[in-house]
């Protein structure tokens, strides 16, 4: 099983572009997240999703959007990127939505907006 | 107020050393505790999970007081390979079956030869 992958792992943007962010999981988890990391701050929740066809906002939702067409992928979209959304991006799955079990993370994605 | 706090280090100790992380953390409600570890540049993975009795895996001892709202991780005979940062995570129950996962911003503990 190769668990949570991302994709891309490294992208440079220049402000105002867009781009996605593909997370897949081989693990048939129902519920996912995506996650950002910034320097001092821990990981704060973007979105997250329950199940196919459902996505719900996080913490710091605005700027992105999301989507769950098939159980196994969940989408992260930023529209017209700021520099504000350079950071790592991790995606997590997990087979409860209770939070008492493990979170599976991807290895991430390094995003630099100039 | 930060509702998982951890004191960011760096800790550098030497091998063999032992060595403790504290957290505390704001919601009462809370159920569930745990410990990441991540390593420089990828991704955090679970390290363990915290037990109001406490609960020990190998070098590895994690302790919970709620009345107190604290959560402890100590790490004995410590050893090269400990370096990383360590996360502190507490769930908070968002209804009766949903909840989220908040983290520290980690603890980062360098060990040298």
């Known amino acids: 099983n190769a668990g949570v992958t991302q994709t891309p792992k490294f992208r440079v943007l220049k402000t105002g572009q867009s781009m996605t962010l593909l997370c897949a999981q081989d693990m048939n988890h129902e519920y996912m997240y995506w996650y950002r990391q910034d320097p001092g701050m821990g990981l704060r929740l973007i979105h997250y999703?329950?199940?196919?066809?459902?996505?719900a906002k996080g913490e710091v939702p605005d700027g992105y959007n999301v989507s769950r067409l098939k159980k196994q992928n969940f989408l992260l979209g930023l529209e017209s990127a700021a520099p504000s959304q350079t950071s790592v991006y991790f995606c997590a799955s997990t087979s409860d939505p209770r939070g008492v079990y493990e979170q599976y993370f991807g290895p991430g994605t390094r995003l630099t907006v100039t | 107020r930060k509702e998982v706090e951890q004191d960011p280090g760096p800790f550098n100790v030497p091998e063999g050393a032992t060595v403790a992380f504290n957290c505390t953390y704001s919601n009462s409600a809370s159920q569930s505790f745990f410990w990441y570890r991540q390593d420089c540049r990828k991704e955090p993975k679970l390290l363990m999970s915290v037990y109001s009795s406490g609960n020990e895996d190998g070098r590895f001892t994690a302790q919970l007081n709620r009345a107190s709202q604290y959560i402890s991780l100590l790490i004995r005979d410590s050893k090269l390979s400990d370096s990383a940062t360590y996360l502190c995570v507490v769930n908070i129950p968002l209804s009766s079956n949903t909840g989220k996962l908040i983290f520290g911003q980690g603890t980062t503990l360098q060990v040298k030869p």
């Open positions: 999703s329950v199940g196919e066809g459902t996505t």
